[in-house]
C-alpha cells in the first residue's frame, strides 16, 4: 500500500487552498510576475498600472473583482431597500403593460384583467429598427399625417385602437352601474369621434409581394376594425329595452354589421386567407346585430331592399360555413344563423314589397322549430358564447320562435 504522506494526486484534479491563511495573486500580478498585495478591492500594483484588479475563483476558474460577493450582497440589500419603500408608498403599483392582452376581453364583453389607469406603458417610436442604433436615434419619429410608413406604424395604429377598444369598455359598460343615462350619453359621441379619427389617421398601406395570407395592414383590416368598434360603441342601446336607439343609431350598426359582412365574404371565401376564432366571434356578433337591427327598427326595414338583406345574409352565413369546415366547434353557429336568416326572410317577406331573390321553401321552415334553437343555444354555450351577443341571440330566438305563433322558445 502506498504511503499517505507520499499519494499523487490524480490527473485533472486541483488542490484549493481554503482558510484564513489563503492569499490569492491578482491575474494581472501573476502575468507579469509580479509580487500582489492582495489589497481589496485593487492591489497596489493594479492601482500603480490604472487597470481592473481580478483575481481567479478557486472552484469556478472565473475572473472576476476580489470583492465580487461583497459587491453583490450590496447591490441585493439596496434592491431590497428599493422594494419595501416601494411597497409602503404604493398598495396597488402601476403595472407596465400594454393593452394587448385585454382584447379577448373586451370582445367577449368580460371585465379587463388590469383597469387601464394602472397600466403606465408607453408606446414605442415610428421609427424603422435600421435608423436606431445602441447610442442614437438618427431620424425623427413618424409624424401621424406622414405619407411614408415605417415597420412600427401598423402595430402603432393597432395599439391605439386596441386602447380605444379598453376605455371605451371601462367607461361605458364596467362602469355603467356607478353613472347616470346623460353622462353615458356624452360619452358616446366622443368615442365616436374618436373612432372616425382613428380610421382618418391610418398609416400608409405597406406594398405587398405575393398572396397574402393575413387581412393585417391591410385598408380592408382597419375598415372592418372600425366597423366592429362601431357595434361595440353602440351595443348597449341597441339592446336597451326601454327605446333608448333611435332610428339613426340602428341605421349606422345595420351598415356597419353590413360592411362586416361583405368583406368578410370577399376576404375568406374560396381565398388562402385563414380565419380564427377572433373571426367567428366577429361575424357572427355583426350577421345577429344585422338580424336585430332588421327584426326592432321599421326605419331599417323600410331601408333596407330584400335583395340587400339577402345578399349580406347570404354572405355571413358562406364565411360562417368557411370556419365550420376548419373548426368543428363552429358549426352551431353557423346552424344557428341560417335558422335565424330563414325566419328574418319570411318576416320581411310578410312585411310586403319585393319578392325577387328571397325564397322560402316548406323544407326551410320545418328546419327552425324551436327544439333545434335550443339544441344549437346549448351546444354554442358548451363551446363558449360572448357574452357581447349573448342577448343579441337570445332575443332573436325568442323572436323567430314566436313569429307567426311558431312556438315558444323551450
Known sequence: MQNAGHRQALPGSRRIRTGPRTQLACINCKERKLKCDSQVPSCVNCQRFDITCLVEDPATRRHQPRNYVETLEAKVAFLEDLLRKARQENTTPPVAASRTEDTPTTILGRPLGIPLQEVDAEFPLDIDDSNITETDILVEPRSPNSAFSTTMSTALHVFRLRKIWARLHASLYSDKYNMDNTTHDDRIPLFRAEIDAWLASTPPIPPRTGAALSILATQDWYDLSHSETIIMLYRGR????????????????????????????????????????????????????????????????????????????????????????????????????????TRTKEMMVDGGGEQLGVQISTMDLCYVMPGRFTQWMAEISDVGIPDTVDSLLAGLVSDCVTYEGIGELI
Open 238 to 341: 341597441l339592446i336597451d329595452h326601454l327605446g333608448g336607439a333611435s332610428d339613426d343609431l340602428f341605421l349606422q350598426c345595420a351598415r356597419a354589421a353590413e360592411s362586416i359582412c361583405l368583406k368578410n365574404r370577399r376576404l375568406y371565401v374560396a381565398k388562402p386567407v385563414n380565419c380564427t376564432w377572433g373571426t367567428l366571434h366577429v361575424i357572427f356578433s355583426a350577421g345577429l346585430t344585422y338580424l336585430h337591427c332588421l327584426w326592432t327598427s321599421a326605419a331599417v326595414r323600410h331601408r333596407t331592399s330584400l335583395n340587400e338583406m339577402s345578399s349580406t345574409l347570404t354572405s355571413c352565413t358562406m364565411v360562417l360555413a368557411v370556419i365550420a369546415e376548419r373548426f368543428k366547434g363552429a358549426a352551431p353557429y353557423r346552424d344557428i344563423f341560417e335558422a335565424l336568416c
